[in-house]
């Protein structure tokens, strides 16, 4: 009940005085509950190992003797023990933006959501949450608290959340190289080749019935496609998150994160083939309801590998020399876009030399592709 009122308390307003005062007063009151629980001397270890005692830093009372420290290990433990409605009722309140409000808060929903985009423990709705919560936050530019958060974490955590994004992101590429294939099969100026691929669309999932989640995906990467700002965002996002320390920039490469390069500069005549793929429907067992995935998400997905990243790296290297990129990409754009991609490139693998062994062609590809001359 306690860590129901908790989930509750965070979205409760407290602008105005009135409100405030309640709160407050709501707060007390449980803090007493826990007073009077802990004063069962048998039954005091299970009352502060309890995950409401370690999520709810401001009502809580440590038992004597006892210093209870309320790291991001913690709360990732607390919230594997806390049940699933408890966790869905958090990442919803999380998702609807009301826990922004302090720098305290978000610090805990920051650690918070980068726990729950973990899918050996939590179920595919949260997590399909959580990694949408987590690139609104990127997009805006508003993932400074974030970095932070990913800066203390391990390098499986690294892993988990960037090759995540990368995955939501290349939904979004699928999205829009469907755009560009449709607009160009009805103009009737364009000469399509013989072969009849360059109309080919990305297969699409069949329609199912959607979650919450998938409305509110659909709806975002509507607004995402071909928005220069959200890509410029996550590019340096993820160059400042590799400038963290090493565990980080490992975590990173190994999450497939040099994908983000080759992301920048995809559109209808580079379409990342071997990125992009086509959403697979899961078959759901007769009888069962529509809140389990109806297709694969980022998290349920190994990374990318690093033979497919340098494939494509070696296909945009050769081109990027041809008619049609320049065509495709001039200006400021291309300017923008090969600085922001270049930084990134250098913050993961040197600007100077090859600094991790298995990564020598991958930087050679990289470097050829961040420093051409247009």
């Avoid at 307003?13 to 007063?25: G, I, M, S, V």
């Avoid at 103009?187 to 199912?208: N, R």
């Avoid at 019935?209 to 700002?229: G, I, L, R, W, Y």
């Avoid at 793929?277 to 009888?287: D, N, Q, S, V």
């Amino acid at each position: 009940m306690l860590l129901h009122i908790y989930i509750v308390f965070t979205t409760l307003p407290d602008t105005a005085p009135q409100d405030a005062y309640l709160k407050e007063a709501l707060r007390g009151a449980c803090r007493l509950i826990l007073v009077i629980l802990g004063q069962s001397l048998p039954h005091q270890r299970t009352i502060f190992n309890h995950p409401v005692c370690i999520l709810w830093t401001g009502c809580y009372l440590q038992p004597p003797g006892h210093a209870v420290q309320a790291n991001l290990q913690d709360r990732r433990a607390a919230w594997r023990r806390a049940g699933r409605l408890n966790v869905t009722r958090r990442v919803l309140a999380i998702y609807n933006r009301t826990l922004w409000k302090s720098t305290n808060d978000a610090i805990d929903v920051c650690a918070d959501i980068v726990e729950l985009t973990n899918a050996q423990f939590f179920d595919a709705e949260v997590v399909d949450l959580a990694f949408l919560v987590m690139l609104k936050q990127i997009v805006s530019n508003r993932a400074d608290l974030l970095i932070s958060v990913l800066a203390n974490g391990s390098h499986e955590s690294t892993v988990r959340v960037f090759s995540g994004l990368i995955r939501l992101w290349l939904e979004c590429i699928g999205m829009q190289i469907n755009n560009e294939v449709e607009d160009r099969a009805n103009d009737p100026t364009t000469l399509w080749s013989s072969h009849g691929s360059a109309t080919a669309l990305i297969p699409k999932a069949e329609a199912v019935h959607k979650t919450f989640c998938s409305q509110e995906k659909e709806a975002f990467m509507m607004k995402m496609v071909n928005a220069d700002t959200a890509l410029y965002h996550m590019l340096r996002f993820a160059t400042e998150t590799a400038k963290q320390n090493e565990t980080v920039r490992l975590g990173m490469l190994d999450g497939g994160s040099l994908a983000l390069v080759l992301i920048a500069f995809a559109n209808v005549d580079f379409r990342l083939s071997g990125l992009v793929a086509a959403p697979r429907k899961e078959r759901l067992p007769k009888g069962t309801k529509s809140r389990l995935r109806s297709n694969v998400d980022a998290e349920a997905s190994p990374p990318i590998s690093l033979a497919t990243i340098n494939a494509e790296a070696s296909a945009l290297s050769f081109f990027i020399d041809s008619a049609k990129f320049n065509e495709s990409w001039q200006g400021q754009r291309l300017d923008t876009r090969l600085l922001l991609c270049s930084s990134l490139v250098y913050s993961l693998l040197g600007r100077d030399k090859v600094t991790d062994e298995g990564y020598e062609v991958t930087r050679a590809l990289f470097m050829k592709i961040v420093t051409i001359d247009i």
